[in-house]
């Protein structure tokens, strides 16, 4: 489970999503998360699963790294998807089920489906960005878009530098997790069988291992930074400049279409089609 977390990982590549603007995939994303959480109903959904798997396609990146990515996410999916289905008022699927302690309803599968999707969908569309963009291109983007902010005396850059090295770290602390669960279990530790407060207790020797590695890397990272002349973004030039190109434009505005038609989609009413669907298993 734990090689399972790609996040913050960079797969190099040549295609026309990884030549993007980090800035205008930065924006696109933003768009994405935002049409997520408004579109409501799965036609919508089953528009935003075309558009990110042509995304993935166009990106060149292989769906088995994408499905890895979603892979941490099922227990916490079939979590939500139980309280949804048992906890819902709706139109029961078993009749006569009304003085049971647990009545699964119709409007408890269909709220399920929708936050799974939503779900997959963040996680997927997230995993991209950070795929196709590398931490530093990714911080110069961050920081340009934050720049305007920097006459409110705001740390754009300072900002844009700490959240790149946490998503640069995530791959190696997980690694280095991996490492130390396999060192203890070839000690005898055992993290696999039992229930789970069984397994989350065994987990806690994992904890102070972690922090210690975790800390003498932030302090080696910080000592490398210092000697080499880094005290923050005033006055530092960059090496490559951002720029923007035709691509961009055109990316950007099929994509904004292609957004907006999907939240045009999820803000329809689809009530007679599903009383009709739920009217038929009455």
């Known amino acids: 489970m734990i090689t399972d977390i790609t996040l913050g990982q960079y797969l190099p590549g040549t295609s026309?999503?990884?030549?993007?603007?980090?800035?205008?995939?930065?924006?696109?994303?933003?768009?994405?998360?935002?049409?997520?959480?408004?579109?409501?109903?799965?036609?919508?959904?089953?528009?935003?699963?075309?558009?990110?798997?042509?995304?993935?396609?166009?990106?060149?990146?292989?769906?088995?790294?994408?499905?890895?990515?979603?892979?941490?996410?099922?227990?916490?999916i079939i979590f939500t998807a139980i309280l949804n289905i048992f906890m819902t008022d709706g139109t029961y699927i078993i009749k006569n089920s009304e003085n049971w302690w647990?009545?699964?309803?119709?409007?408890?599968?269909?709220?399920?489906?929708?936050?799974?999707?939503?779900?997959?969908?963040?996680v997927a569309g997230t995993s991209l960005l950070t795929y196709t963009t590398s931490p530093i291109v990714l911080t110069d983007g961050i920081e340009s878009l934050l720049k305007p902010l920097q006459k409110l005396k705001f740390p754009a850059?300072?900002?844009?530098?700490?959240?790149?090295?946490?998503?640069?770290?995530?791959?190696?602390?997980?690694?280095?997790?991996?490492?130390?669960?396999?060192?203890?279990?070839?000690?005898?530790?055992?993290?696999?069988?039992?229930?789970?407060?069984?397994?989350?207790?065994?987990?806690?020797?994992?904890?102070?291992?972690?922090?210690?590695s975790a800390f003498r890397r932030a302090d080696e990272l910080a000592l490398a930074m210092e000697c080499r002349g880094y005290h923050?973004?005033?006055?530092?030039?960059?090496?490559?400049?951002?720029?923007y190109t035709k691509i961009d434009a055109f990316a950007f505005t099929l994509f904004t279409v292609c957004s907006v038609i999907c939240v045009f989609v999820g803000m329809q009413n689809f009530s007679r089609i599903y009383d009709t669907v739920l009217g038929a298993f009455r």
């Open 16 to 76: 026309v999503v990884h030549r993007l603007d980090p800035r205008t995939k930065l924006v696109l994303v933003l768009f994405y998360v935002i049409a997520l959480f408004i579109i409501n109903n799965i036609p919508a959904y089953i528009l935003s699963g075309i558009l990110i798997y042509l995304l993935i396609k166009a990106s060149g990146i292989p769906l088995k790294f994408i499905l890895k990515s979603i892979k941490p996410l099922y227990i916490f």
């Open 102 to 122: 647990f009545h699964p309803t119709w409007e408890g599968i269909y709220i399920t489906i929708i936050m799974s999707l939503r779900l997959i969908y963040l």
């Open 157 to 212: 850059h300072e900002l844009a530098m700490m959240m790149t090295i946490a998503l640069r770290f995530i791959p190696t602390i997980i690694e280095e997790t991996d490492k130390i669960m396999k060192a203890q279990s070839a000690r005898g530790a055992d993290f696999d069988t039992g229930g789970l407060i069984k397994k989350a207790k065994a987990m806690i020797p994992l904890l102070i291992p972690l922090f210690i």
């Open 232 to 243: 923050g973004g005033e006055g530092r030039t960059k090496f490559k400049q951002l720029k």
